[in-house]
């Protein structure tokens, strides 16, 4: 299968501040990318879809404005979330899709934010 | 409203034993389905697709699909403590440009 990092694996930051979070599909290019979000102890939530070159289709009550991502590339993707508060808490996992895995998504190791 | 149901579990069973794990769906037209395993504080990890009715089997997993009855199934022999995990049932109506549409998961664990 596809294999997909995700940089930082780590972070803390305090409220207010923004992080960026990097998505990269290292075998294979990837014409969409997925992010979600996922609290503890609950399911998998889809916040957008990142289709290379395009603007992200974000789903019903994601804020687009606050959860910027950017699909500059066919291998790389970023999530970034502005002005962060505690309730963003939250881990963020990006999954790929394209080429040969047109209908599989892969999921990178996920990135763990903790806002103070 | 695309659905995706899972008994959220926990499912338990000793070790050795076959694990059935299910998993309905709403919509007819969906084409392909993919099972994946999440470990508590991991991300979700592929481990088998399935596209035409019937079973398809690799290693201790075996998916099983029933279009007709729109349901798909993973079953797990000689369930090992180490496939103690939330299985996730996943299914694509139709192109990868399109996100899977996920189940809640299940809760396995194995009982030594």
């Known amino acids: 299968g596809a294999v997909v990092s995700q940089h930082p694996s780590w972070v803390i930051c305090k409220s207010g501040t923004s992080v960026k979070i990097e998505c990269r599909s290292l075998?294979?290019?990837?014409?969409?990318m997925f992010w979600y979000r996922q609290f503890p102890k609950q399911s998998l939530m889809l916040m957008a879809t990142?289709?290379?070159?395009?603007?992200?289709?974000?789903e019903q009550g994601v804020e687009k404005d606050k959860f910027l991502i950017n699909h500059a590339s066919l291998t790389l993707s970023t999530l970034t979330v502005t002005s962060a508060h505690p309730e963003d808490s939250s881990f963020y996992i990006c999954?790929?899709?394209?080429?040969?895995?047109?209908?599989?998504?892969?999921f990178g190791p996920g990135t763990r934010l903790l806002v103070l | 409203q695309k659905e995706v149901e899972q008994n959220s579990g926990p499912l338990s069973v000793p070790e050795g034993a076959i694990a059935s794990l299910n998993c309905t769906y709403s919509?007819?037209?969906?084409?392909?389905f993919f099972w994946y395993r999440q470990y508590s504080g991991k991300s979700p990890e592929l481990i088998m697709s399935?596209?035409?009715?019937g079973d398809k089997e690799d290693g201790r997993f075996t998916a099983q699909l029933n279009k007709a009855s729109q349901y798909v199934s993973l079953l797990i022999r000689d369930s090992q403590p180490s496939d103690s995990a939330t299985y996730l049932c996943?299914?694509?109506?139709?192109?990868?440009?399109?996100?899977?549409?996920f189940g809640k998961g299940t809760r396995l664990s194995v009982i030594a």
């Open positions: 996943a299914v694509n109506l139709n192109s990868g440009n399109t996100p899977l549409v």
């Open positions: 919509d007819r037209v969906s084409q392909s």
């Open positions: 075998d294979f290019q990837a014409t969409t």
């Open positions: 990142s289709n290379e070159g395009s603007k992200a289709t974000y």
């Open positions: 399935i596209y035409s009715n």
């Open positions: 999954s790929v899709a394209g080429g040969v895995y047109q209908e599989t998504q892969y």
